[in-house]
């Protein structure tokens, strides 16, 4: 199954951890005469006073001069004061300073089924999403990624989880968003949609007041699995040989047993007076509808009951 992406925008708050930056690790280096030449010419925004650049994630994160970096920087390795007599040019090396910056930190572990979009760019595989806090707004669109072999060691150094992330929370967000869409989509469609009116009522009961057949029974049969019983068709009387619809007693001169799918024709065909069919706007489901009767209200038969009536009956030559 292919990956999921999310983009990062779409994620609520809650799914992060909320951490500090206890300490904020950088890579440097001293530039010689030839170095800054050559940053001038790439960088415009080089001005070349800066002999020492500072990196962090693998991108340049400034410039500086010694006495700064000796200032607010120390070595990782021991804490101690960062020597400039025993630095070479142009070699990387490693520094740190103290740090309390509030952060949200997204974990996405390696082997994830999704994974996060941020401006366009798939991310994923082991990987830390950083944002940083700022007067207590957290900035969406500045993510900072730390990604690689040493993602988790560079993150434990760096950073303190204070809180962790609600999950169950957030998945209470999602579903809230997916039903405030849900009302927002069928408000739209409500809008969209033909209004039901009486007069529609009166339309049908005009076209089908002249149908041949009533319904006068529902035929129930019972399902053998789950000992319930469910909807098997109608019992309808011709009212061509038989107009006398007050009085619903089965007669089996004058009335028909048929199955759904017969009745269901025969509402296409118009040939029922009392029933058609509909079809739900949502679903396009086909069922069924009374015409100035409630369905439900219809007695009910069991279909073996109209069976063995059937049966009898030919069996005595009443009906063919």
């Not at 999310?6 to 799914?15: A, Q, S």
């Not at 150094?157 to 999602?174: E, P």
């Not at 909807?231 to 038989?242: A, E, H, K, Q």
């Not at 409630?294 to 009443?318: F, R, T, Y």
């Given at each position: ?5 999310i ?16 300490r904020?690790?950088?890579?440097y ?5 030839a170095a ?5 010419a790439s960088i415009?925004s ?12 693998n991108?340049i994160?400034?410039f ?12 990782v ?7 400039i007599?025993?630095?070479?040019y142009?070699k ?22 999704y ?25 969406i669109?500045?993510?900072q990624?730390?990604?690689g ?5 560079e993150?434990r150094?760096?950073?303190s ?12 967000r ?14 739209t469609?409500l ?7 009486p ?20 035929i129930m ?7 319930k ?7 309808l ?14 007669n089996v001169k ?16 118009k040939q029922i ?7 739900m ?17 219809l ?22």
């Amino acid at each position: 199954m292919a990956k999921k992406y999310i983009d990062i925008r779409k994620l609520p708050e809650t799914m992060y951890n909320d951490a500090v930056k206890v300490r904020e690790v950088v890579k440097y280096k001293l530039l010689d005469s030839a170095a800054k030449r050559e940053l001038k010419a790439s960088i415009p925004s080089y001005d070349g006073v800066g002999d020492v650049v500072l990196y962090s994630n693998n991108q340049i994160l400034g410039f500086t001069n010694r006495l700064n970096l000796v200032n607010n920087y120390v070595r990782v390795r021991d804490g101690g004061r960062i020597k400039i007599t025993g630095l070479h040019y142009n070699k990387m090396y490693i520094a740190m300073r103290s740090s309390n910056e509030p952060y949200k930190v997204l974990k996405i572990p390696k082997g994830a089924k999704y994974g996060v979009t941020i401006n366009g760019h798939n991310i994923d595989g082991s990987c830390f999403i950083l944002l940083r806090v700022v007067n207590g707004q957290v900035d969406i669109n500045r993510p900072q990624v730390i990604k690689g072999m040493d993602a988790v060691y560079e993150f434990r150094t760096q950073f303190s989880i204070t809180s962790l992330a609600n999950y169950s929370k957030a998945k209470g967000r999602t579903y809230e968003l997916k039903q405030i869409k849900k009302i927002q989509s069928e408000r739209t469609d409500l809008a969209n949609k033909k209004i039901w009116s009486p007069k529609d009522a009166n339309k049908i009961v005009d076209d089908l007041v002249k149908a041949p057949y009533v319904a006068t029974y529902r035929i129930m049969a019972k399902n053998l699995r789950t000992g319930k019983y469910v909807p098997y068709g109608f019992i309808l009387r011709d009212t061509r040989i038989n107009n006398d619809v007050e009085n619903t007693k089965f007669n089996v001169k004058t009335d028909v047993a048929k199955k759904l799918s017969d009745i269901k024709q025969l509402c296409t065909e118009k040939q029922i007076r009392n029933i058609t069919v509909a079809t739900m706007t949502e679903t396009s489901k086909i069922y069924f509808r009374g015409v100035g009767i409630k369905i439900e209200n219809l007695p009910q038969v069991d279909a073996k009951k109209v069976m063995m009536a059937i049966a009898n009956a030919k069996s005595q030559g009443i009906i063919k």
